[in-house]
């Protein structure tokens, strides 16, 4: 069985979110995907580098 971006993007979101909760991180990870995010827009071949 294959999964599409969306699901998998979705269970991966959902599973990180349950772990931050449950370490207590939410803060912390949520900077870090700021951080990634940033990088993302500041780089457009980021997504194709770490997709390879």
């Keep these: 069985m294959k999964l599409d971006k969306f ?3 979705k269970r ?3 599973a990180l979110f349950e772990l931050a909760m449950e ?3 939410l803060t912390e990870v949520y ?3 700021m951080t ?3 990088i993302y827009q500041e ?3 980021f997504g ?3 997709t390879d």
Excluded: A, N, S
């Design 43 to 45: 780089i457009p071949t």
């Design 36 to 38: 990634l995010r940033q």
């Design 48 to 50: 194709q580098i770490v």
């Design 31 to 33: 900077q870090e995907l």
């Design 7 to 9: 699901t998998v993007g």
């Design 23 to 25: 370490e207590q991180r």
């Design 12 to 14: 991966y979101g959902k």
